[in-house]
Nanobody
Framework: VQLQACGGGVVQPGGSLRLSCAAS????????LGWFRQAPGKEREALVV???????AYRDSVKGRFTASRDSAKDTVLLQMNNLKPEDSAVYYC??????????????????WGQGTLVTVSS
């Protein structure tokens, strides 16, 4: 199983970025897929999870600004991030939970991780 995240970069406050996560060795509609981030000195946190069923759940801090989607035909997961704020600066990761645990925001439930892509929001 491999997950490769890309699309990070430097953007001004209020700007947008789209992250992409290419998956191999997984059937995307059989696992829970999550986007996470980790800022320096902080714990890794879940932002959004696409459940195996296709439903999504967002952390309040990104609700309305971030949108996650899954393209099973292309084995790709996307994260569209709009109205970015300096506090969104972090390394962003995609991850998959093969057991489809109920505790979808618990980072410990995720078995497979991408390498991370850095997002910097700064003027």
């Amino acid at each position: 199983v491999q997950l490769q995240a890309c699309g990070g970069g430097v953007v001004q406050p209020g700007g947008s970025l789209r992250l992409s996560c290419a998956a191999s060795g997984l059937i995307l509609n059989r696992v829970n897929l999550g986007w996470f981030r980790q800022a320096p000195g902080k714990e890794r946190e879940a932002l959004v999870v696409i459940r195996w069923s296709g439903s999504t759940a967002y952390r309040d801090s990104v609700k309305g600004r971030f949108t996650a989607s899954r393209d099973s035909a292309k084995d790709t997961v996307l994260l569209q991030m709009n109205n970015l704020k300096p506090e969104d600066s972090a390394v962003y990761y995609c991850a998959a939970d093969r057991d489809r645990n109920v505790a979808i925001f618990d980072v410990r439930q995720y078995h497979y991780w991408g390498q991370g892509t850095l997002v910097t929001v700064s003027s």
